[in-house]
């Protein structure tokens, strides 16, 4: 029976999230029980193409992203793939009308980072932003609002600033990373090999901004979703301030994270502020 790999599938793609980011797996479980899965479903596919791009490095990685990309559209067509993430994901993409355009301009910023490794101009910077990160945002805003389209077009702006402000807070992160293993630099006009005050200040003012505007979005989502996405904004916003008190010489040599502790500490302080209304 279908159902039975279904639910296998299911499970995979909940086991991807939670081997691959404690603290997102741990957001999810803030979301209401109806709409975990579908969250599930898409972060297993994102983090799927993310990893062939980014650590494959023995393998053919275009190859496998061609690989990839003809699978995915195979199960968006049959409604099946024997892939079980695909399987999972092409389930969330049918039940909420995920749109193609949304998948193509994920897959096309992921592509890029087979070949690309400067962004040059702020237009190349967010647009591969904009693939990467906002229309994530935008497909689980697809599962927030299940099918009210005037709150879908409410919060389209403030969802995707909330997905450009989480990648650019983890381009700032994974900054060494980035630029020793992969030498890739995204922000535009900003040499990583002398990255001074200024312009990693720079850098947070406009993560910053994003946040803010996330925010707005925040406190008008559908009450399934916002305990989930405001424990996200909480951590990811612990962790600008945290790179924003770390000496820009630094931030270039070492990964800052926030520490398990701290996450149980930003966690039952989400708790408290949803239920005391005051988000």
């Known amino acids: 029976m279908k159902s039975i790999f279904d639910t296998v599938s299911f499970e995979c793609s909940k ?31 994102v983090r799927f193409a993310d990893e062939i791009v980014d650590t494959f490095h023995d393998y053919n990685k275009e190859d496998l992203f061609d690989l990839f990309e003809k699978d995915l559209e195979t199960a968006l067509q049959n409604k099946i ?6 399987n999972s994901f092409q ?10 355009s949304m998948i193509n301009a994920f897959m096309k910023s992921m592509r890029l980072d087979l070949v690309k490794t400067e962004y040059k101009t702020f237009e190349e910077y967010n647009e591969y932003i904009y693939g990467s990160a906002d229309v994530v945002g935008l497909m689980c805003l697809k599962v927030f609002v299940n099918g009210d389209e005037a709150k879908y077009n409410e919060l389209e702006h403030s969802a995707m600033r909330l997905g450009s402000a989480f990648q650019k807070v983890n381009f700032l992160r994974d900054l060494k990373a980035d630029f020793e293993d992969l030498s890739r630099t995204y922000f535009p006009n900003t040499d990583l090999t002398k990255l001074d005050e200024e312009s990693k200040n720079k850098i ?9 505007a996330g925010y707005q979005g925040i406190v008008n989502l559908p009450l399934e979703a916002k305990f989930g996405v405001y424990t996200a904004y909480i951590y990811y916003k612990k962790l600008l301030s945290k790179l924003k ?27 408290f502020s949803y239920k005391l209304n005051i988000i």
């Open 15 to 45: 086991n991807v999230t939670k081997s691959y980011s404690t603290s997102f797996s741990a957001a999810v479980k803030m979301l209401a029980p109806s709409i975990r899965q579908d969250i599930y479903n898409i972060y297993g596919f």
């Open 81 to 86: 793939s024997l892939n079980p993430i695909l």
């Open 91 to 100: 389930h969330t993409v049918h039940k909420y009308h995920i749109p193609n």
């Open 204 to 212: 947070i003012q406009e993560i910053e901004e994003d946040f803010e």
């Open 245 to 271: 008190k770390t000496p820009s010489a630094e931030i270039k040599n070492t990964r800052i994270r926030v520490s398990d502790y701290q996450k149980y500490g930003l966690f039952a302080k989400c708790y």
